[in-house]
């Protein structure tokens, strides 16, 4: 068993997109930042407003989710494409071309997905469990948070999903959730610590960011161009968020996996 090396796995990342960055930035922006910022522009939020009991937040998010799945699950699944190209780029010694890893990310897609509905499916009795259980003793809002602390040893487990799925060793997202089980065994704890830093330094720049945008595009600009233009600049910094995370998804695959984590330019 590996025992994951948090500032080995951030250096190799590092690493890794400063090597691609001519590259990764507009499969960024095209698998990530586009369908972002569409959701966010086209998308209508929710209905829900304050002063609506238990009964009218549900009808509200039923009729939500009714008039905009399909174009929810369309803009979920182009990042997944995105997050596999990418890990298809970094993982992949023989130096993929652009095209070739696009192409390997629609194939194990499907798999990708599969993994990911498999392990919801299988957390969501826990959850409903614990959030029933402790509910009765608990505040509503307390038992749900409890529950959701005690999926992230779950989540971590399966992480790796893509990165295994973009090697091509595993086809299978059965075989991929195995695997995953068997690459984080002993290193949920410090996984969860390290993408949990990483994931918080991120919230305290994106909020200095755009508490700062907020104030120019006031002052600027007002109504509907304000909102895009803020969209765009949030989408902006979460996409770049996201090539980082991906990063950091395949330098702990390549380490707990015995791989070599010094990559050079990876794309050919």
Same mark, same amino acid.
């Not at 590092?14 to 959701?39: C, E, K, Q, W």
């Not at 966010?40 to 002063?51: D, E, K, T, W, Y």
């Not at 997050?83 to 780029?89: E, F, G, I």
């Given at each position: 068993?590996?025992?994951?090396?948090?500032?080995?796995?951030?250096?190799?990342?590092?690493?890794?997109?400063?090597?691609?960055?001519?590259?990764?930035?507009?499969?960024?922006?095209?698998?990530?930042?586009?369908?972002?910022?569409?959701?966010?522009?086209?998308?209508?939020?929710?209905?829900?407003?304050?002063?609506?009991? +238990?009964?009218?937040?549900?009808?509200?998010?039923?009729?939500?989710?009714?008039?905009?799945? @399909?174009?929810?699950?369309?803009?979920?699944?182009?990042?997944? $494409?995105?997050?596999?190209?990418?890990?298809?780029?970094?993982?992949?010694?023989?130096?993929?071309?652009?095209? +070739?890893?696009?192409?390997?990310?629609?194939?194990?897609?499907?798999?990708?997905?599969?993994?990911?509905?498999?392990?919801?499916?299988?957390?969501?009795?826990?959850?409903?469990?614990?959030?029933?259980?402790?509910?009765?003793?608990? @505040?509503?809002?307390?038992?749900?948070?409890?529950?959701? $602390?005690?999926?992230?040893? @779950?989540?971590?487990?399966?992480?790796?999903?893509? @990165?295994?799925?973009?090697?091509?060793?595993?086809?299978?997202?059965?075989? $991929?959730?195995?695997?995953?089980?068997?690459?984080?065994?002993?290193?949920?704890?410090?996984?969860?610590?390290?993408?949990?830093?990483?994931?918080?330094?991120?919230?305290?720049?994106?909020?200095?960011?755009?508490?700062?945008?907020?104030?120019?595009?006031?002052?600027?600009?007002?109504? +509907?161009?304000?909102?895009?233009?803020?969209?765009?600049?949030?989408?902006?910094?979460?996409?770049?968020?996201?090539?980082?995370?991906?990063?950091?998804?395949?330098?702990?695959?390549?380490?707990?996996?015995?791989?070599?984590?010094?990559?050079?330019?990876?794309?050919?």
């Amino acid at each position: 068993m590996t025992t994951l090396d948090s500032s080995t796995a951030w250096s190799s990342a590092t690493r890794m997109v400063a090597a691609n960055r001519d590259v990764l930035a507009p499969i960024a922006g095209v698998f990530f930042f586009l369908p972002g910022l569409i959701g966010a522009i086209f998308v209508p939020a929710p209905a829900v407003q304050s002063g609506m009991n +238990e009964a009218q937040m549900i009808d509200a998010m039923q009729s939500y989710y009714a008039g905009s799945l @399909p174009l929810l699950i369309l803009l979920s699944l182009i990042p997944m $494409a995105g997050m596999l190209t990418m890990l298809v780029a970094m993982i992949d010694a023989s130096r993929p071309t652009i095209g +070739e890893a696009i192409r390997r990310s629609f194939r194990a897609l499907p798999a990708y997905f599969a993994g990911q509905l498999l392990v919801a499916l299988a957390l969501t009795p826990a959850v409903l469990l614990i959030v029933g259980l402790l509910g009765a003793v608990l @505040p509503a809002a307390l038992a749900v948070a409890i529950a959701m $602390a005690v999926l992230l040893w @779950p989540v971590m487990r399966t992480m790796l999903i893509g @990165p295994i799925l973009a090697s091509g060793r595993e086809r299978s997202p059965i075989a $991929a959730i195995r695997e995953s089980m068997r690459l984080t065994r002993g290193n949920s704890g410090r996984m969860l610590a390290f993408i949990g830093l990483a994931g918080f330094l991120f919230l305290v720049v994106y909020g200095l960011v755009m508490m700062v945008v907020g104030v120019v595009l006031v002052l600027v600009s007002g109504g +509907e161009p304000q909102r895009v233009l803020a969209e765009a600049i949030s989408g902006v910094l979460i996409a770049a968020a996201y090539t980082y995370f991906v990063a950091i998804l395949a330098a702990i695959h390549e380490q707990l996996a015995g791989r070599d984590t010094t990559p050079a330019s990876t794309f050919g």
